[in-house]
């Protein structure tokens, strides 16, 4: 079989997504909420929760607080009650505030572009700190997903077991102009035409391109 053409592949995504909600963290964004710590924030929001019900969760919170000085100023009880709809409310409130009040305590407010920063933070794992040092500060980082972890195994690009496996693989071999863009397109490929379950495979724009690894059926 032929390589892989990743080049190709970007491509076809780019034309594939047009149709479908951009991912969460872009989405929010391109409506101006693109600072580091609003970005973190939306990601911790975001965890086991859908872009369905984390964007307006996060929109709702960023309302009344966008800065950690303000984030830090509100009750536990508040953020907790303006995040309910979120998955597991309680915690990620208390992560919330701390995450706040660390970033007063330690950095004058100002949140560093440093991923070791992002990642000593309770709550905050490799994929929420490379995506939001990537889409804010467009800082090159693979963020691995459940959708970037499948589809590209699915496809036969990388061969791993893990999502943080896929990250080390994927910063071995994918171009580095594509490692924030890749999670931008493949979560709503992964979620609308490479699904986990029934793939739409025969209309899928890389059919011919994928080795379709762990597909057994597909629409």
């Known amino acids: 079989m032929q390589p892989f053409d990743i080049d190709l592949a970007i491509t076809h995504l780019r034309e594939a997504v047009k149709p479908f909600p951009q991912a969460a963290m872009f989405a929010l964004a391109d409506e101006g909420f693109n600072t580091l710590f609003e970005q973190l924030i939306s990601c911790i ?4 929760t859908y872009d369905e019900v ?3 969760v996060s929109r709702r919170l960023f309302a009344q607080a966008r800065t950690p000085d303000k984030m830090s100023k509100l009750s536990l009880a508040k953020i907790e009650e303006l995040i309910r709809e979120s998955t597991y409310a309680n915690r990620k409130a208390e992560q919330i505030h701390a995450i706040a009040d660390q970033i007063m305590t330690e950095y004058s407010g100002e949140l560093p572009q440093d991923v070791t920063v992002l990642l000593s933070f309770k709550g905050v794992g490799p994929k929420c700190a490379h995506l939001a ?6 800082l090159p ?4 997903d459940t959708h970037v972890h499948r589809v590209t195994n699915r496809w036969g690009y990388v061969q791993t077991t893990t999502p943080e496996k896929t990250t080390l693989a994927l910063e071995a071999k994918l171009p580095q102009p594509y490692w924030i863009e890749i999670n931008r397109l493949l979560v709503p490929f992964g979620k609308h035409i490479c699904m986990g379950q029934l793939p739409k495979c025969s209309t899928c724009p ?5 080795q379709q690894i762990g597909v057994q059926r597909h629409r």
Not at 45 to 48: E, F, K, T
Not at 133 to 138: E, F, P, T
Not at 206 to 210: A, G, K, Q, T, Y
């Open 45 to 48: 929001i975001s965890i086991r």
């Open 54 to 56: 984390s964007l307006p």
């Open 133 to 138: 040092l990537g889409v804010a500060c467009n």
């Open 141 to 144: 980082y693979v963020s691995v």
């Open 206 to 210: 890389l059919r011919h391109m994928c």
